[in-house]
Every structure is written in structure tokens, then in C-alpha cells.
């Protein structure tokens, strides 16, 4: 994907932050149907920030290790990425 779809996809995807900037759902660009990674990448080298959540520190049952990042407990994958205002 080159700049300018990226930037058409995330003008039509992205929704209003507090911040001032735009919010950008991780799962709305994975069901884009497009290289969602690419798109992730270009979040990150235009200075978009991943939300990360803490998870508490409770077990989750049997299969609660799948929703936590192997390399950082209690970490899960981001699920927004906040774009800083005029970026888009």
C-alpha cells in the first residue's frame, strides 16, 4: 500500500480523541481487509502512540495466558492507536 491509500484508509476510519488527535481501532483496520500491518506501521513512523492496557493482576482461567504478551506480563496488544492532531 503505498501513502495515499493509507491516509484515505485512516481518514475514513479514524474517530475523534480527546487528545485533539484521532483514534484509529486496530480491529477496524484488520477487518479492512488490507495489509492491516502495513497500515500499523505507518501509524508508528508518523508518531501515532499504541493504547496499551494493564490487565489486572488476577488469574484469567484456563486460557488466560493467550490475551497477555508473552514478553510483557500483564500487557495485551494494542487495541487503539492515537493519531496526534493534523497527522491525517
Same mark, same amino acid.
Given at each position: 500500500m503505498d501513502d495515499a491509500e493509507i491516509l484515505t484508509l485512516l481518514r475514513r476510519l479514524a474517530r475523534p480523541h480527546p487528545s =485533539? &488527535?484521532?483514534?484509529? *481501532? /486496530? #480491529?477496524a483496520i484488520m477487518a479492512a481487509g488490507v495489509d =492491516?500491518? #502495513?497500515v500499523i506501521d505507518?501509524? @508508528?513512523d508518523h508518531? &501515532?502512540?499504541? *493504547?496499551?492496557?494493564?490487565e489486572p493482576a488476577r488469574n484469567? &482461567? @484456563?486460557? &488466560?495466558? /493467550?490475551?497477555?504478551?508473552p514478553t510483557l506480563p500483564g500487557l495485551r496488544r494494542a487495541a487503539r492507536y492515537v493519531? #496526534? #492532531?493534523g497527522t491525517l
Open positions: =485533539g &488527535g484521532q483514534v484509529v *481501532e /486496530r #480491529a =492491516g500491518m #502495513a505507518w501509524i @508508528l508518531d &501515532g502512540v499504541p *493504547e496499551t492496557v494493564v484469567r &482461567g @484456563l486460557h &488466560g495466558a /493467550r490475551t497477555t504478551s493519531l #496526534a #492532531a
